[in-house]
């Protein structure tokens, strides 16, 4: 199989996260028989210091003719002063509407190696396997008029809350097929008691779930999720909201498998040009210390083998090539917990690299810890 992958470094750990998640997917190639072509791409800070824009045509044209897309992160101190349409995370809404990338997937899975480095109970998040489904380019973040203004001569600020109906109802209906090879039960998060949106959304849903009988469908308000994803989180299967809610959400439920370093996504288009990433940010205070938890990306790099190529065995030798790590005992700064070996960005990667090679299962650095 050969396939084009366009990979945008971005900002900050980007770089190393990327770079590591590229040498997995070659390990990948190798090992299956595959070849992968990279080429890559400017967004972000990084594209704004170098072009004056945080999102270059040239990039966009690389994306378009790639057959996925790998992103790192984008953002920092740096450019958090600068005008709206110079600020990196502008970058990363315009590629999501230029690319059409309309639902963001975003797993959560225990991890029981890892059970230590989440601040709640063994017992409440062992065996918690939930996805958030995230309407991606609608909502507050796209919404027009989003502007500084003055209100009887006062200074004010207006952002606005836009969706369309069949935006919502192409999420709800996604969330509803993923359910179905799941465990048939669909979380739908509004804030119906409250707002408009919330109210056409809770609407759309249950027109939706007429189509699916064998799915459950329950409405949750957005407060009370986050109270449950705390107190309960393994009542969830499939929890599908609005852009805003999800992206609270999501980082909230980062907390159940111990770190956002853990937690990959997919961001799906109608065409079928992908994009795949981690939802950390940038993390500009550890950029090029070789510190950053790289097992997001590359985990995000299993789900571009899964969803964009059809390679189920290759995303599942990823996949269980970190949980073999993981049981090992190794770990970045950001899991670590008492015996645990800690070891850097590169080494992380190598030891990943190490178990989808069918190398020894205990590596070089293994012994450095003996």
Same mark, same amino acid.
């Given at each position: 199989m050969l396939k084009k992958i366009a990979v945008l470094p971005g900002d900050g750990i980007g770089k190393e996260v990327t770079k590591g998640a590229v040498e997995i997917l070659e390990a990948v190639a190798e090992r299956y028989g595959h070849s992968f072509q990279f080429e890559y791409g400017k967004i972000g800070g990084i594209a704004i210091d170098e072009t004056g824009s945080p999102l270059p045509d040239e990039t966009l044209e690389i994306c378009k003719k790639s057959d996925a897309v790998l992103l790192g992160a984008v953002g920092g101190p740096k450019w958090d002063q600068n005008p709206p349409q110079l600020r990196?995370?502008?970058?990363?809404?315009?590629?999501?509407?230029?690319?059409?990338?309309?639902a963001n997937l975003r797993p959560i899975t225990y991890y029981s190696s890892l059970s230590e480095a989440s601040p709640l109970r063994k017992e409440i998040i062992?065996?918690?396997?939930?996805?958030?489904?995230?309407?991606?380019?609608?909502?507050?973040?796209f919404g027009k008029p989003s502007q500084r203004t003055v209100h009887h001569g006062k200074e004010a600020v207006v952002d606005t809350l836009f969706y369309q109906r069949d935006e919502i109802k192409r999420i709800v209906e996604l969330a509803f097929q993923l359910a179905r090879s799941r465990r048939q039960k669909v979380t739908s998060v509004d804030k119906a008691n409250v707002l408009e949106s919330s109210r056409l959304w809770r609407e759309v849903a249950n027109e939706v779930a007429k189509d699916y009988p064998d799915v459950e469908l329950e409405h949750m308000l957005v407060d009370n999720a986050a109270m449950q994803l705390i107190r309960n989180p393994k009542q969830f299967d499939v929890v599908v909201t609005e852009n805003m809610f999800g992206d609270i959400l999501s980082d909230e439920a980062s907390v159940l498998t111990g770190s956002l370093g853990m937690?990959?996504?997919?961001? !799906? +288009?109608?065409?079928?040009?992908?994009?795949? /990433?981690? &939802?950390?940010?940038?993390?500009?205070?550890?950029?090029?210390?070789?510190?950053?938890n790289p097992l997001a990306t590359i985990l995000s790099a299993a789900a571009m083998?899964? !969803? +964009?190529?059809?390679?189920?065995?290759?995303? /599942?030798? &990823?996949?269980?090539?970190?949980?073999?790590?993981?049981?090992?005992?190794?770990?970045?700064?950001?899991?670590?917990?008492?015996?645990?070996?800690?070891?850097?960005?590169?080494?992380?990667?190598?030891?990943?690299?190490?178990?989808?090679?069918?190398?020894?299962?205990?590596s070089n650095i293994m012994g450095a810890y003996a």
């Open positions: 990196p995370e502008t970058g990363l809404l315009k590629i999501r509407k230029e690319l059409n990338l309309y062992e065996e918690v396997d939930f996805i958030i489904v995230r309407e991606l380019t609608g909502g507050l973040y937690l990959p996504s997919a961001s !799906l +288009s109608e065409t079928g040009l992908n994009l795949y /990433e981690p &939802i950390h940010g940038s993390a500009p205070d550890i950029a090029g210390m070789n510190y950053a083998l899964r !969803l +964009s190529f059809g390679l189920e065995e290759e995303a /599942e030798a &990823i996949e269980k090539a970190v949980k073999e790590v993981l049981d090992l005992g190794f770990r970045t700064r950001d899991i670590s917990s008492q015996g645990s070996k800690v070891i850097s960005t590169s080494e992380m990667v190598a030891e990943v690299k190490a178990a989808i090679l069918d190398q020894e299962a205990i």
